[in-house]
């Protein structure tokens, strides 16, 4: 029960960024990313695709 709920919410957060990419009303890397991070538990797709988007987003520096 709690895979399916995990797939299904997975499912419809990463169904409402990737609107989002198309809308300029909806955020749709605040939906795209959480989607994926719920899909990636259960599906290697979503692990590989997530951990592109680590590699793409900037790292933060620490300056001292």
Do not use: C, N, Y
């Amino acid at each position: 029960m709690k895979r399916w709920l995990r797939v299904m919410a997975g499912g419809a957060l990463l169904l409402v960024g990737l609107l989002g990419w198309a809308l300029p009303i909806i955020p749709g890397w605040l939906f795209v990313i959480p989607g994926l991070m719920l899909l990636a538990r259960e599906f290697h797709w979503a692990r590989r695709l997530l951990e592109w988007f680590k590699s793409r987003l900037p790292k933060k520096t620490v300056q001292d």
